[in-house]
């Protein structure tokens, strides 16, 4: 039996499900579905991903079968729809819309009102007896396919659109007749001759194989790659085609077209939320040409323009039936679009609607509580990166705000930046480390990049459904739109507002996504309070992770933070940030410029006390929960100057020659310090060093379990072992100050000393290395770099290049290389069990906060992950989620 590429749907009857996204993608699932359900939707068929797969792996050539599919269910919607497709008379006019199986809002292309032509527009005046619709749909065509299909520059159609206006004395589309969108339509063609240098296609077989060609040529299109790899969406997925029926919106005051959400997407409240247009098509709501109305009173009481439920009540109901069947089918907030063709409503799409972090967190909880979803579900509901949204600051309320301007609040959180007006000076900039504002008229998908680079968004034009808004909403950026208080001037660089203010590239504002206000200047922020339903989530989340979370963490102040985030122990507290203190360094100068022993522990013991007093910090901040302290790592010459002035002060302060420092800079100058002299080979060779600093974390344990009743279980973790041996002369050496500390207090603590696993033979041989050490922290960071042989702070010059061509999935730095660096992890994992059955095993690099990463290790085992106290949230529900997924 022949393979079937296209699925059919239409009165009531679909060949697909909502459950074969994979073959017809998101929108063409859905549709299969809405229409299996009893939903009014034009009838049409989709072509598989399938059919995608073999066009990009056969050079653009399609399955031998599916023209003859094709021909055969687009006579199925003929049937249905009374019509016939390039008929003179009574003409069928379709659509041809891409269809992912992830959601790529805008990202690739669409064609409508196809299969008109200089003949088929006769039956299309005909049908609707309104010439001026006819030819207004003819031209929108014409615009859309020369762009889409035929490569053409966009703008020339636009300025000769804004050229007839100008001639016509008027502003809107919608002011021009019959005759001025007849005489475009010639014009139209005419530029398109003239540009491409071939006729604009008047057969709708032509069109037709056109526009799925141009779909499918989409998905490679520059602006979909980039909303790809910010979105972890593979290529080979590719994209399905809907071919579907058209139905018009703006054919009279009768029709309108909107897109809706069955709840807020901002904040998650439960209410009917979306926009429409009277007498307008799909495009025309998200480009932000016209100001849309809302679709019902609920949020603007008070709005100057009148709502769906007033302007076209009975269709209000029936949609807001829909909306009811909708989530109680799909059990989630749905983004939906639908157009009213003379007073009929149908539906041309739903799909799991983008939602802001917040707004996720309450829709999931609130469906709990409604009896929708169980609590297992609420926690898969929402992505574990969301969480990253929710820990943005917000405006300090104290703060003082120079409003300058106050536009729709489309996408939460407070940033301030520099402006800049193109995606290209966003992107550029922000590779230079500057934090910038991106402010367009109204974005596009082009813009993508620019986007994703900027903090925040602001927008002239479009509603809380625009382009703007939607993608915004879904990186979690903050964003204002349709702030018609502000009137850009690309060419001038400048945006001016209403009250006389003019802001120039270059200039700080601040944004507001929570109010849509604008600000001139930096407006200071706060932290996020993290209560109520966050909360009652997060209580549903460590009731199904079995892994545990820690935070890597050097101050009290941090642990602090990260307790308050549900940290379960700090897993990383890396010992020489605390070095760098201006009253420390000048100890930890005097040791290392003394040339003997005595001259090195009589400056150690001046650092004791100091390091004594942050692990009492932290010890009581954690409240008897697990620390991992890491003994010195870094190589010496990190503590020392390297400017001459410095140097020179230095020389001053410690009363030695210029000289005698140059000298110790140079004797400790490293080629490659990330593979020299640092970790356990300096507590090889000054033994002293590790030895105040063991003494000083048992000293505090000591005190705090003798004069305050702590309990505390100390892990002293010794890195950058290549060999057992190491680990054994180090930890004879711990042990033995220990037992002396516990002894001189007389009381008893419990201790562990273990090891950090960053390079390949330490996890080649964690067999032999498990018999000294009692936990391993896996160092992911120098085993990334250790594994790859490269150096994390100068890949940066060449990874993106390495991810952009797939040669890598994505920066092994940020997302854990788990067929490579993971491969040892998890030989060390067994290795190290292989020996000490009830080893502790735990990762502490960054990877501990990268949702991925956590999975993976939940999957291979560890015990916990450990990670900045911010990301912890983060890593609790990616534990989560693995414990559900397993």
Known sequence: MAQKFVYFFGNGQADGRSDMKNLLGGKGANLAEMTSIGLPVPPGFTISTEVCTEFYKNDRKYPSSLAAEVSANLKRVEELMGKKFGDPVNPLLVSVRSGARASMPGMMDTVLNLGLNDVTVQGIIAQSGDERFAYDAYRRFVQMYSDVVMGMEKEILDHLLEKKKEQRGVHLDTELTAEDWKELVAVFKSAVKEELGKEFPEDPEEQLWGAIGAVFGSWMNQRAITYRRLNNIPAEWGTAVNVQSMVFGNMGNDCATGVAFTRDPSTGENYFYGEFLVNAQGEDVVAGIRTPQPINRVKDKDGKLPSMEEVLPECYRQLAQIRTILETHYKDMQDIEFTIEKGILYMLQTRNGKRTAPAAIKIAVDMVNEGLIDKKAAVLRVAPAQLDQLLHPSLDPKAEKKVIAKGLPASPGAVSGEVVFTADEAETAAKQGHKVILVRIETSPEDIHGMHAAQGILTARGGMTSHAAVVARGMGKCCVAGCGDIKVDYNGETFSARNGVTVKKGDIITLDGSSGEVMLGAVPTVPVQLTGDFGTLMEWVDTFRTMKVRAN?????????????????????????????????????????????????????????????????????????PVTIRLLDPPLH??????????????????????????????????????????????????????????????????????????????????????????????????????????SYGVKVEYLIG???????????????????????????????????????????????????????????????????????????????????????????????????VIFCHNIGLDYVSCSPFRVPIARLAAAHAALAA
């Open 553 to 625: 963490s050097d101050t009290p102040h941090d642990s602090r933070v990260a307790r308050d985030f549900g940290a379960e122990g700090i897993g990383l507290c890396r010992t020489e940030h605390m070095f760098f203190d201006a009253e420390r360094i000048a100890a930890v100068r005097e040791m290392i410029l003394s040339e003997e022993l005595e001259g090195r522990e009589r400056a150690l013991a001046k650092i004791l006390p100091m390091q004594k007093g942050d692990f009492i910090g932290i010890f009581r901040e954690m409240k008897g929960l």
């Open 638 to 743: 990190e503590f020392l100057p390297q400017a001459e002035k410095d140097i020179e002060d230095l020389a001053r302060t410690m009363k030695v020659t210029v000289n005698a420092i140059k000298h110790k800079v140079e004797f400790l100058h490293e080629f490659n310090p990330m593979l020299g002299h640092r970790g356990c080979r300096l507590g090889i060779t000054f033994p002293e060093i590790y030895d105040m600093q063991v003494r000083a974390i048992m000293e505090a344990a000591c005190e705090l379990v003798k004069n305050e009743g702590f309990n505390i279980v100390p892990e002293i973790m010794i890195p950058l072992i290549a060999t057992a041996k190491e680990l054994q002369v180090l930890k004879e050496n711990a042990v033995a100050i220990c037992e002396e500390v516990i002894a």
């Open 755 to 853: 090891t950090m696993i960053e390079l390949p033979r330490a996890a080649l041989t964690a067999d032999e290395v498990a018999v000294e050490a009692q936990f391993f922290s896996f160092g992911t960071n120098d085993l990334t770099q250790t594994t790859f042989g490269l150096s994390r702070d100068d890949a940066g010059k060449f990874l993106p290049f390495y991810v952009d061509h797939g040669i890598l999935p994505e920066d092994p730095f940020v997302s854990l290389d788990q067929s490579g660096v993971g491969k040892l992890v998890k030989i060390a994992c067994e290795l190290g069990r292989s020996t000490r059955a009830g080893i502790k095993l735990g990762i502490c690099g960054e990877h501990g906060g990268d949702p991925a990463s």
